[in-house]
């Protein structure tokens, strides 16, 4: 209708079961909360890359798992981030859920059929900032990230 509406006024009443106040998968609705999913769910029918910042425990892999679940057709692949991390588990990861296919001259991946023909991969990259430096200063494993979604894909030699 046009007209502006409180945040504080989308945040729904919960009553929650005295056994699960300790769940890990309790999501509490708070202004905060409403207003971080209605956002990142706008920002993912987009279907464009992004990144969540925030300080250690402010909610942010929370949020993305708790928004993604709402989300029809989407698959998540989740890659927690070590020292160790390298661009081959991603390729790893990307083994599992998707295939190589041939588009003209072109190659891409795509999800599996097995997922389904209409079906989202999201790749979530929880702690990406612990990856270690190689000899020149750069993390290989955002570096290619980086070249994923700048370049729109990878080069490979076969």
Request: proline share 4%.
């Amino acid at each position: 209708n046009g007209e502006l509406e409180l945040w504080s006024d989308s945040v729904p009443r919960m009553e929650i079961e005295s056994h699960k106040v300790t769940a890990t998968d309790v999501v509490v609705t708070t202004t905060d909360t409403v207003r971080h999913s209605d956002i990142l769910g706008a920002w993912l029918e987009s279907r464009s890359p992004l990144i969540l910042c925030g300080p250690p425990g402010s909610g942010k892999t929370m949020t993305l798992t708790s928004v993604l679940q709402s989300v029809q057709g989407v698959t998540l692949a989740s890659l927690n981030f070590s020292s160790r991390t390298t661009p081959e588990i991603i390729m790893k990861t990307f083994a599992q859920y998707c295939t190589y296919v041939r588009k003209g001259k072109d190659i891409v991946l795509e999800p599996v059929e097995s997922l389904g023909a209409s079906n989202w991969l999201v790749v979530f990259c929880d702690e990406i900032n612990l990856p270690e430096e190689d000899s020149y200063g750069t993390q290989r494993v955002i570096m290619f990230m980086r070249q994923l979604v700048e370049q729109g894909g990878f080069w490979r030699e076969d």
